[in-house]
């Protein structure tokens, strides 16, 4: 374990725990107030609500009921209202007034139900503990508060096992928006919703070999943590019911809806190698509007800098009579000599001149949301939410070398270069709505819109072509994508249908009309065009991202019209079948048609059986339909120009790439929950997930990896400035099985409370022997999909995840320790690398919070406490060493440490 101290930069966070001494200890100088006692329970049927939550009214101190819906709070002395709240039921405030003992009757709230169980079900009677399907529930505001994660990825990696996300480095655009999984299938295989409507994708597509490659995902980190009140996971194939996407799942924020109360934190925090430093702050209100309604908003400002996680190499010359003009960074070479400090200084040179910044890049995000209900008349009510946010980052390139002349102007750097990608990147969202009661049914009528603009700015490099009047910076295009849905949706209920003959029959019905809109737009000329008239070989466009070309340009919009119905029946209290069926019609591929069934079983109120079958599908995105670029990436050991491109022009036709086909899935789960004590609950749930026709990005075709360049293949894409090239294709079918466990034990130690949580997932992907490759590339199945494409999809996600996290509160105090284990992964760096697995890791979290008084608490704490990195590369897989680690499992920024106030409005 490395010993942290300040002369490597980790000195920073020392006063914080100075500051928390201090405050704990003028904390304990308060006095201690009255202890609070009662039960909770639901108007209902009188039962007890078990996990209920108090909260001193300003501040985020508070307690949750036991299985018996009991509970115990110290509060200070004074005026002080308890806010006590439980998921679908109406939130109530208790003045105290001396009052030591309270019984709270919590009646349903029938509009707040409406919005509880907005996935997996449009039953407003469901809830996550009686539905046919598994879904998780994550208490954000918990996890603001101690988590030592600020962003939505980090978050749900370490809390979600079957949820996985990792940040990239030096991977262009990717480096920008992490990409994210769940059951190790792609991010475009899981749909995301905000308050149950559809969010939209980003425009990037990840195309640098990372997880996820070929694919768009959902940027979740453009929305603030601070405005989310909770994250609905559903862990099963919905495309039935949302429709296309939620082949793996979906994911529901649900938005926050507090009034008459605010809250703000700024957190601080850095690594323990003295970088990655980061400022996190955050403000959050909602405001009463008339008789009920809301308006509640959110801000949030992060700047991230970023992290050098790079080997450290010898500096040595290779070429000994050129000595100033040829360095490399290298571990041995027969001609090679090290160079001492005293030769740089000769030449006015320091090793800074030649490092390489290999880590996650430095970003900076500011962003507003807002989440809002007016009630109007007739029980009718407007709703709208949506945000805007924005994002600079500022990632990094392969370094150029002195000795590298084509790529390089020495009049402009000579010492070499390392190019830097700058992104803009632009988050729109706006929803509306209005919902109410019509003639027995609930209507929900509703307008979303959402767009992502993805800008390039190419800085610290030149266009070689351009010589000595080559810029260092140039703006490289950038590209669009936009999507406008809207949604009718109505649903009835009807109890103790057909004359009492079912316990209850929910009917849900309703359409989608879908508009999506992609677009690519060009770069300045020189950030793409080659100068080099004479034909000197000097490599035209910015370097590390040559620009978007006019030629490269795009704006294509497709339409998409849906019709759903959805019936769940309650035969008894102890039986639910529930069925749904979904009909899709693409402008641009054509119909499609899906259906799911689920069941429940429940023998007694403490075990319960469940299980679901469905059909599913996703429509290749307008990104893979007709994205096309040039970028750069390592062929044959260098660095060379490697192109994507569409599947309707000349070299697709010559290739015999056919035109994408949606995928299709089949998938099946069953499962069991289990309360064998009051206050332990059990889930399993085993799964399977068949997908044809998946759609990926093939190898770089061009270069056999045997032997050697293909002359025709080379002359017709150099004609296009590429030395290479890819193409998406319907290439392969892939099955996933798994099985997830979630188990929680509560344990009420009178004064205290301890929470035991473990959560498993066990997943396991494998492409099929049936390769869809078209007839004229037989004999190239390696390049079409090769075993790097193979190991991107079976092995680069861990095969195995746990977490164990144990939660304590003690009046004031609350702690969080937390172990998730990552399982081993494998990386295959055909055809120029090597297959090396990395070994499963352990990474430890730990937090401190004190509520110093009802309007400002203090946290501590750290993630990944002991240091623990991946595997270092082989050298075969680290481009000559530099790329010390990949981007796997937790990823490779080693302990982070922070401290968080939080301060009540």
């Given at each position: 374990?490395?010993t ?7 000195g920073w ?5 100075l500051?928390?001494?201090?405050t ?48 115990e ?8 209202t ?7 039921f ?9 009052q ?23 039953n ?14 994550l ?17 749900l ?7 996985n ?22 991010p ?15 425009s ?14 959902t ?23 949302y ?39 955050n ?19 992060l ?71 007016i ?6 009510e ?32 000579p ?16 929803a ?14 509703s ?64 359409g ?23 034909g ?33 029946v309650d035969?008894?209290e ?14 641009d ?19 319960a ?10 429509a ?6 007709f ?12 660095l ?70 293909i ?7 150099q004609q ?13 079918d ?5 099985l ?16 035991f ?15 869809n ?57 055909f ?48 481009f000559?060493?530099v790329?010390?680690?990949?981007p ?18």
């Amino acid at each position: 374990m490395k010993t942290i101290t300040s002369s490597n930069g980790a000195g920073w966070y020392l006063p914080i725990l100075l500051l928390l001494g201090i405050t704990t200890f003028s904390g304990l100088a308060f006095a201690q107030g009255q202890t609070v006692t009662g039960v909770i329970t639901s108007a209902e049927d009188n039962s007890p609500l078990p996990g209920a939550n108090i909260l001193i009214k300003g501040t985020t101190t508070g307690t949750s009921t036991a299985p018996d819906g009991s509970f115990e709070l110290t509060v200070p002395s004074g005026d002080v209202t308890l806010v006590i709240s439980y998921i679908g039921f109406k939130t109530e405030e208790i003045a105290l007034n001396g009052q030591e003992t309270l019984a709270v009757v919590l009646t349903v709230n029938i509009e707040e139900m409406a919005t509880v169980m907005v996935v997996g079900s449009r039953n407003a009677n469901r809830t996550a503990l009686n539905t046919p399907v598994p879904v998780d529930i994550l208490d954000v505001r918990e996890l603001q508060k101690l988590a030592p994660q600020v962003d939505v990825n980090q978050i749900l990696t370490y809390v979600a096992p079957s949820f996985n996300s990792t940040r990239q480095s030096s991977s262009d655009g990717t480096e920008h928006i992490d990409p994210a999984s769940l059951r190790g299938l792609g991010p475009d295989q899981v749909l995301v919703l905000i308050n149950g409507k559809r969010r939209h994708n980003t425009s990037l597509v990840n195309n640098q070999q990372t997880v996820g490659n070929g694919s768009v995902g959902t940027d979740l980190n453009a929305i603030p943590t601070f405005a989310i009140e909770r994250i609905e996971v559903l862990r099963d194939g919905a495309a039935a019911q949302y429709g296309s996407d939620a082949i793996a799942g979906v994911i529901n924020v649900v938005l926050k809806s507090n009034v008459d109360q605010g809250e703000s934190s700024l957190t601080v925090g850095g690594t323990s190698e003295g970088d990655g430093e980061n400022v996190q702050y955050n403000a959050n209100y909602g405001f009463r509007v008339g008789q009920g309604g809301f308006f509640n908003i959110t801000g949030e400002y992060l700047k991230r800098q970023d992290t050098n996680r790079t080997q450290n190499h010898e500096l040595v010359i290779f070429d000994q009579a050129e000595f100033g003009n040829f360095f490399a960074y290298a571990f041995s070479n027969d001609n090679a000599r090290s160079i001492d400090d005293q030769i740089l200084s000769e030449r006015g040179l320091t090793r800074d001149d030649f490092d390489f910044r290999i880590g996650s890049a430095q970003v900076e995000d500011a962003g507003v949301f807002f989440n809002t209900m007016i009630p109007v008349s007739s029980g009718a009510e407007f709703y709208g939410f949506g945000g805007l946010s924005y994002r600079d980052g500022r990632g990094s390139g392969f370094r150029r070398l002195p000795s590298d002349t084509d790529n390089n102007v020495a009049s402009i750097f000579p010492n070499g270069f390392q190019p830097e990608t700058q992104s803009n990147i632009l988050d729109k969202s706006l929803a509306f709505g209005i919902r109410g009661p019509l003639k027995g049914w609930d209507v929900d009528l509703s307008n979303t819109f959402g767009s992502n603009r993805f800008d390039y700015t190419i800085n610290n490099t030149v266009n070689a072509s351009l010589g000595d009047a080559s810029p260092t910076s140039f703006e490289a295009g950038g590209h669009e994508f936009s999507q406008n849905t809207t949604n009718l949706d109505l649903t009835r209920y009807y109890p103790k249908a057909f004359d009492g003959a079912i316990r209850g029959l929910n009917v849900a019905l309703g359409g989608e009309f879908r508009v999506d809109r992609y677009e690519i737009n060009a770069g300045e000329e020189g950030s793409y065009a080659d100068f080099d008239g004479v034909g000197t070989g000097k490599t035209g466009g910015a370097q590390s991202f040559p620009g978007f070309r006019p030629d490269n340009e795009v704006d294509r919009f497709r339409t998409n019209v849906a019709a759903y119905a959805d019936v769940e029946v309650d035969f008894t209290e102890q039986f639910l079948l529930a069925g749904a069926v979904r009909y899709e019609d693409y402008s641009d591929f054509g119909e499609t048609v899906n259906g799911k069934i689920a069941a429940r079983v429940s023998p007694s109120n403490r075990f319960a059986l469940r299980g679901a079958v469905s059909t599913g599908f996703r429509a290749p995105s307008l990104h893979q339909s007709f994205f096309n670029t040039i970028t750069v990436d390592i062929v044959d050991g260098v660095l060379g120009n490697t192109g994507v491109f569409r599947n309707d022009s000349r070299l697709a036709n010559f290739l015999g790439i056919p035109q994408l086909k949606e995928e299709t899935s089949v998938s099946a789960s069953a499962g069991f929950t289990a309360t064998p004590l009051e206050n332990l609950s059990i889930s399993v749930d085993a799964y399977i997930i068949n997908v044809d026709d998946r759609i990926v990005l093939t190898g770089a075709f061009g270069n056999d990896p045997f032997g050697g360049p293909i002359p025709e293949l080379v002359s017709l894409f150099q004609q296009v400035g590429a030395n290479s090239g890819r193409f998406f294709t319907n290439a392969v079918d892939t099955e996933t099985k798994g099985l997830d466990l979630i188990a929680t034990y509560d344990l009420n130690l009178g004064q205290s409370d301890l929470r035991f949580s473990l959560a498993a997932n066990f997943n396991d992907n494998e492409v099929q022997d049936r390769l869809n490759i078209p007839a004229a590339l037989v004999g190239q199945e390696d390049i079409y999909f090769g075993p790097q494409e193979r190991s991107l999809i079976e092995t680069n996600n861990p095969d195995t995840k746990i977490n164990l996290t144990l939660d304590y509160k003690i009046d004031r105090f609350s702690a969080l320790l937390r172990n998730v284990y990552f399982g081993e992964i494998t990386r295959d760096g055909f055809p120029f690398g090597d297959v090396q697995k990395h070994d499963a890791k352990i990474v430890t979290d730990v937090s401190l919070s004190y509520q110093i008084n009802p309007n400002l608490g203090l946290t501590v704490g750290g993630n990944n406490i002991f240091d623990v990195f991946p595997d270092d590369q082989i050298f075969e897989n680290s481009f000559f060493g530099v790329f010390r680690y990949a981007p796997v499992q937790h990823g490779f920024e080693g302990s982070y440490f922070f401290g968080r106030l939080s301060v009540g409005l």
